[in-house]
Nanobody, 115 residues
Framework: QVQLVESGGGLVQPGESLGLSCAVS????????MSWYRQVPGKERELVAQINGNGDTTNYADSVKGRFTISRDNPKSTVYLQMNSLKPEDTAKYLC????????WGQGTQVTVSL
C-alpha cells in the first residue's frame, strides 16, 4: 500500500522559515517525479515545486522561486520542501504528490503565515 505522509507544517510569522517533509512508503521513490502542491479553500490546487527522479531537475511556481527549495533523499524515501521568507499568501495546506505509474497524494500539512 502506497502512503505519503507530510509533516512539518505549523504557524509562523512573515519572513520566517519552515521545512516540510514527505515520507513515502510502498513504492520505489527514484522512479517517481515528486511534487509539492498547495491548496486554499475555494481555490484550485497549485503546483509549488517539482523534482525529477534523480533530483537534478527542479521546477518552481513563479510565486515561490528564490524562496522555496525542493529536494529528495531516495534511499530515505523522503522528499523535502524548504520554505524561506514566508509570506501570508503562502498560507495553505501543502500536499505531496508522486507520479509515474499512477498518481498518489498525501493528506497534507497546514502552513499558516500570520502575525
Amino acid at each position: 500500500q502506497v502512503q505519503l505522509v507530510e509533516s512539518g507544517g505549523g504557524l509562523v510569522q512573515p519572513g520566517e522559515s519552515l521545512g516540510l517533509s514527505c515520507a513515502v512508503s510502498g513504492l520505489t521513490l527514484k522512479n517517481y517525479v515528486m511534487s509539492w502542491y498547495r491548496q486554499v479553500p475555494g481555490k484550485e490546487r497549485e503546483l509549488v515545486a517539482q523534482i525529477n527522479g534523480n533530483g537534478d531537475t527542479t521546477n518552481y511556481a513563479d510565486s515561490v522561486k528564490g524562496r522555496f527549495t525542493i529536494s529528495r533523499d531516495n534511499p530515505k524515501s523522503t522528499v523535502y520542501l524548504q520554505m524561506n521568507s514566508l509570506k501570508p499568501e503562502d498560507t495553505a495546506k501543502y500536499l505531496c504528490h508522486a507520479r509515474w505509474i499512477g498518481n498518489y497524494w498525501g493528506q497534507g500539512t497546514q502552513v499558516t503565515v500570520s502575525l
